[in-house]
Nanobody, 116 residues
Framework: EVQLVESGGGLVQAGGSLRLSCAASGFSFEAHAIGWFRQAPGKEREREAVSVISSSDDANTYYARSVKGRFTISSGNAKNTNDLQMNSLKPEDTAVYYC??????RGQGTQVTVSS
């Protein structure tokens, strides 16, 4: 069964940091790009791509303009995991964060709330 599970969300004050992790199973992790997306409250029809990394080429990454310089995507320390380090968080980063593979399978999401 293809599965992606996000973890690491929580409540943090503006300026703080969080590290999200995506654990994947049931597919060839190396053959997929892994992307992080977020859905802000009140924007159920809009899902913003935050960051994407090619699992076979760590140098091939994408960052949304809104997070560039603050967020870093990387392969996790554990096998078949992907991390999103989020620094200098802002209230507008508040959203449910999802990871997704190239086939479009995504996890259930993890809530990130940044208080002002």
């Amino acid at each position: 069964e293809v599965q992606l599970v996000e973890s690491g969300g929580g409540l943090v004050q503006a300026g703080g940091s969080l590290r999200l992790s995506c654990a994947a199973s049931g597919f060839s992790f190396e053959a997929h790009a892994i992307g992080w997306f977020r859905q802000a409250p009140g924007k159920e029809r809009e899902r913003e791509a935050v960051s994407v990394i090619s699992s076979s080429d760590d140098a091939n990454t994408y960052y949304a303009r809104s997070v560039k310089g603050r967020f870093t995507i990387s392969s996790g320390n554990a096998k078949n995991t992907n991390d999103l380090q989020m620094n200098s968080l802002k209230p507008e980063d508040t959203a449910v964060y999802y990871c997704r593979n190239s086939a479009g399978t995504r996890g259930q999401g993890t809530q990130v709330t940044v208080s002002s």
